[in-house]
Every structure is written in C-alpha cells, then in structure tokens.
T-cell receptor, first 114, second 114 residues
Framework: AQSVAQPEDQVNVAEGNPLTVKCTYS??????LFWYVQYPNRGLQFLLK??????LVKGSYGFEAEFNKSQTSFHLKKPSALVSDSALYFC????????????FGPGTRLSVLP | SQTIHQWPATLVQPVGSPLSLECTVE??????LYWYRQAAGRGLQLLFY??????ISSEVPQNLSASRPQDRQFILSSKKLLLSDSGFYLC?????????????FGPGTRLLVL
C-alpha cells in the first residue's frame, strides 16, 4: 500500500529565509512524487514532480524538491520565502504501474511572516 | 490548452435536499476524472474516479453518487444531503498521454449543508 506523511502540521518562516516542507513516502516499486499548493478557497495547483533521473527537481514559483531514495523523502524547498508563498502544501505519490491512484499527504500549512 | 470548470462555486443546501455538482474539462479527450472531498481545509478524500463514459469507481461508500454522461463531463450527486456532506469538493483530470499522469484540479465547490 502507498502512504505519504507530512510530519509538520504547520511551518512558520520569516520572509527572505529559506523554507523546507517535509514529505516522506512509502510505496512498493518506483515512486512518482508530486507537490501541490492550495491557496484559500482554491483548487490545488501543481508545483512539480519527480519521475526519474536528477534527484533535484525544479518547479513553479522558484520551488524545488529533493528526492532521497534511501530516506524515502521528497522535501519541498525554496531559497528565499515570500509572504505570498503562505498556503497549504500537499505531497502526493503514485506507483509506477498505472491503475493506482494518487495518495495525498495530510497537508502542511506554511506561513511566511513579513 | 486544457481547462477544468466546476460549478457552482458555492452552494448552501438544507439537509435532505438533492445535490448536483458539475465538472467539465476542455481541451483534452478521454481524460481520467476524479472527485475529491476536502474537509476543514485539510486532507483530500478520493470519492469517485472514472476512466471513461459510464465507468465509475467508488472509493468510499457514502451518500453520494457520480456519473459521467459525456467524455469530458463528471457529475457528483446526492438524493438527500446530510450535514456531514458539507465540505470543499474538488474535481480533477489527468492526461493519459502524459507519463506519469499529473492530476490537475478545478477551482472547487464549497458546499454547506444546514
């Protein structure tokens, strides 16, 4: 079975500081990993995904994520946080073999303080 | 480019009344379609998914049903709403030609059952 954990319910960071939102996963076989962002009363927006290859994946709005197979992690990062980055962030995983749906983590609320 | 629409954006309904939420996708053919519910601004619960016209899979037994009368139309229904049906309903689609498939979300419908 697949599962995703986002160990932090809330992350607070000062504007201009680097941010990290953590994600760990459990899946048999090769994983496909995704990050989404949700602003209040909006749908989820796709940020980036890991398929294979380079462990550092770059996405939208200056975000990047690092895949670590040995630690089964896929942490989301940004070098310099903006107040406008404040939102709810979801990590998701799906298996390489099709037919399995996405499994989403519980979400992490990011607050960037001015 | 592809777009996904949901309506209505907001809905307030009394307990016991019927429900119909609509989702349509433009700019793609034969997408997989999904209905999720998000409670209290947190985790996503997969309700239904469809791989084609008339093909519906239910993930959680509940008071709701789904139908796909056309290739790019996905409808979520209920004959009698319960208080527990309140939440934020999200429709998503995925492009089968893209590997791995990424799910793209609509703007959502906020349902309040009183």
């Amino acid at each position: 079975a697949q599962s995703v954990a986002q160990p932090e319910d809330q992350v607070n960071v000062a504007e201009g500081n680097p941010l990290t939102v953590k994600c760990t996963y459990s899946v048999s076989g090769n994983p496909y990993l995704f990050w989404y962002v949700q602003y209040p009363n909006r749908g989820l927006q796709f940020l980036l995904k890991y398929i294979t290859g380079d462990n550092l994946v770059k996405g939208s709005y200056g975000f990047e994520a690092e895949f670590n197979k040995s630690q089964t992690s896929f942490h989301l990062k940004k070098p310099s946080a903006l107040v406008s980055d404040s939102a709810l962030y979801f990590c998701a995983v799906r298996r390489e073999d099709y037919g399995q749906n996405f499994v989403f983590g519980p979400g992490t609320r990011l607050s960037v303080l001015p | 480019s592809q777009t996904i629409h949901q309506w209505p954006a907001t809905l307030v309904q009394p307990v016991g009344s019927p429900l119909s939420l609509e989702c349509t996708v433009e700019g793609t053919s034969n997408p997989n379609l999904y209905w999720y519910r998000q409670a209290a601004g947190r985790g996503l619960q997969l309700l239904f998914y469809s791989v084609g016209i008339g093909q519906i899979s239910s993930e959680v037994p509940q008071n709701l049903s789904a139908s796909r009368p056309q290739d790019r139309q996905f409808i979520l229904s209920s004959k009698k709403l319960l208080l527990s049906d309140s939440g934020f309903y999200l429709c998503a689609w995925e492009e089968l030609a893209e590997a791995p498939e990424t799910q793209y979300f609509g703007p959502g419908t906020r349902l309040l059952v009183l």
